[in-house]
């Protein structure tokens, strides 16, 4: 957030360093509500002048209304306060509705944009960004610039009216009282600031101190992490470690705590200090110049509004560069490009068959070092393809191709003679299905697991998928069904479990394509035979890409695709593999299962 008080944070100002932006840029966002902000900010000026009236109405009263017992000058002129008071009251009550709905609807065009920007970027973003990075930014930054919009600008204006006008009202007042003020005003500022600087050092550790200890709940209390310690033994070390952690963060505290009664103290000081010296400038014959006691009182209650609104503005330059940081941060998700997108003019797949090919196909990573190399495969429609090979002999990266998780670096992938990037993702995504061995499950119940997958299923859509992946008997079993909740990561589930749940919400969208991933790789024998059957039930009449890890699975195959190092370096049937005594002979002659 904007930090009141202090210089910037270097951190903001490597940022802005790093990635610029323009005031331009900001205000773009702005433009849409061109007319509510230029009434907010109508508004804070018009509450700062007429709030400037109170000091003048106090003079009235003590120096007219009262010696002269004129009853009816007191009467108008106490009316005057409390219209004062209603007045700006009410001001602020539709200033803060309009900045507010502005600075909302800011926001809500952020939030959606970057993760709407977000979900088109493609996995090599999610693998080299940290999720906790991405959630602050789409959280926390965007919503920290609300603070930019509901009070930095509008402290901003404020305080510059309330300035001005305090200072231009106590000049008419008295020109004598002003120069003190002047001459009294900078000391006292430079000692609250300097106080404000070491409480800023001393929180900026303190929050860092918070962060890590958040960082250790965390991964210490989450579900995988308690598993992993209580495996390995190392709850007394991490326990120790957040005692410690705690134990930093108490001191931090404790001198936190007494900057903050130090600033507190240096402006009581000034708030009682200035006053004073006004007083005893007022009382002194050489320096009064006859002034009057309403006068007087009228000029110390405007001196004590003109504090803080100074040292707001004086603060503006750190406020900006923080603010502006916060924008460079989100316009840095918003900026980046997106790899894979849909087409200009995206081909429709009305009749799919489901015949794939790749075709000369070359991919890269990082640009140099090639993970596939002049791949040719056919898989003709409602085939089945099992992928073998060592582990990073370009497997899943081939896989990956057919649903476009990746793009080709040379080459192309069609299915039914169209280049999937040709298709729109949607379209492409209803085309091809995707079963892993990683299966991720949503927080929420069974029900709406599936339906995730087929927004307008109906129940019983959702409950003959689960037949088909033979998972409904074990949902059936529970107390709440097809409503329980799955928990955190499906932790509730075994592994098979979760991996029919996932063939399940496959079978919901019906693709006519289906790459399964490794699907079985983790399971035990009994469960994966289980799962196996699913699979069985799901590739009927379906083109079907396995990455084989048992050889059964391979045996099965109506074509086995042998990969090393990113090149196919066999193809056929089983027999035929075997027949032709090369490596996949190899392979089924020495082991039961292909290495994954």
Not at 281 to 301: E, R
Not at 379 to 404: F, I
Request: aromatic share 4%; glycine share 8%.
């Amino acid at each position: 957030m904007p930090r009141p008080e202090g210089r910037p944070d270097p951190a903001d100002e490597t940022q802005l360093e790093r990635s610029p932006v323009s005031l331009r840029r900001v205000l773009a966002l702005f433009a849409p509500h061109r007319f509510q902000v230029g009434t907010v900010m109508a508004l804070i000026v018009l509450s700062s002048l007429i709030a400037l009236s109170t000091p003048f109405l106090v003079r009235t009263v003590i120096d007219d209304a009262l010696p002269h017992a004129d009853v009816r000058l007191l009467a108008w002129a106490v009316a005057g306060m409390v219209a004062v008071a209603a007045s700006t009251a009410l001001l602020g009550v539709v200033q803060t509705w309009l900045s507010t709905t502005v600075g909302q609807k800011v926001m809500h065009g952020l939030r959606t944009s970057v993760f709407t920007h977000l979900q088109r970027q493609s996995l090599g973003f999610f693998t080299r960004t940290r999720g906790g990075e991405v959630q602050s930014r789409l959280t926390n930054d965007i919503g920290s610039m609300q603070s930019v919009v509901t009070s930095a600008a509008t402290s901003l204006a404020s305080n510059a009216t309330t300035v001005v006008g305090t200072v231009v009202a106590m000049a008419a007042l008295s020109w004598r009282l002003s120069l003190l003020s002047l001459v009294v005003l900078p000391p006292a500022i430079w000692l609250t600031r300097k106080v404000a600087l070491m409480r800023r050092e001393v929180t900026g550790e303190r929050q860092r101190r918070m962060a890590d200890m958040q960082t250790q709940v965390e991964e210490g209390l989450s579900i995988s992490g308690v598993q992993l310690g209580k495996t390995l033994g190392t709850g007394p070390a991490q326990s120790q470690r957040f005692a410690r952690t705690s134990e930093e963060l108490v001191a931090l505290e404790v001198r936190s705590q007494l900057a903050g009664r130090w600033r507190m103290a240096s402006m009581s000081i000034v708030f009682a200090g200035i006053p004073a010296l006004i007083y005893l400038v007022a009382g002194l014959p050489a320096t009064s110049g006859g002034m009057t006691i309403g006068t007087l009182v009228a000029f110390t209650a405007l001196q004590g509004t003109l504090f803080r609104p100074l040292m707001g503005l004086l603060d503006v330059g750190g406020q900006l560069i923080t603010s502006m940081a916060l924008f460079s941060r989100v316009f840095e998700y918003l900026d980046l490009p997106v790899d894979i997108d849909d087409p200009a003019e995206p081909v429709a797949l009305p009749h799919v068959r489901g015949e794939v090919r790749l075709e000369h196909v070359g991919f890269s990573y990082d640009g140099a070092r090639a993970a596939l190399t002049d791949v040719d495969l056919v898989v003709p429609a409602g085939s089945t393809l099992a992928l073998v090979g060592e582990t990073g002999s370009g497997k899943s990266t081939l896989a990956s191709l057919v649903s476009r998780l990746n793009d080709v670096t040379t080459g192309r992938v069609t299915i039914d003679g169209v280049d999937v990037r040709d298709l729109s993702l949607a379209e492409l995504a209803r085309v091809v299905g995707v079963v892993s061995q990683e299966t991720y499950l949503l927080h929420t119940t069974i029900r709406e697991n599936l339906r995730y997958a087929k927004p307008d299923a109906t129940d019983a859509d959702i409950e003959q998928a689960a037949r088909r992946a033979q998972v409904h008997q074990v949902i059936a079993a529970l107390p709440d069904g097809y409503d329980t909740m799955v928990g955190a990561r499906g932790h509730r589930f075994s592994g098979g479990e979760k991996q029919r749940l996932a063939i399940a919400r496959t079978l919901l969208r019906d693709p006519r394509v289906l790459v399964l991933d490794e699907a079985t790789s983790a399971l035990d024998n009994e469960t994966e035979r289980a799962v196996q059957a699913a699979l069985d039930e799901v590739a009927r009449g379906r083109t079907t890409i396995t990455i084989a890890h048992r050889l059964s699975t391979v045996r099965d195959a109506d074509t086995i695709a042998v990969l090393d190092a990113g090149r196919v370096v066999e193809q056929g049937s089983h027999d035929e593999l075997v027949a032709r005594g090369g490596r996949y002979a190899l392979l089924a002659g020495g082991t039961a299962a292909v290495p994954a």
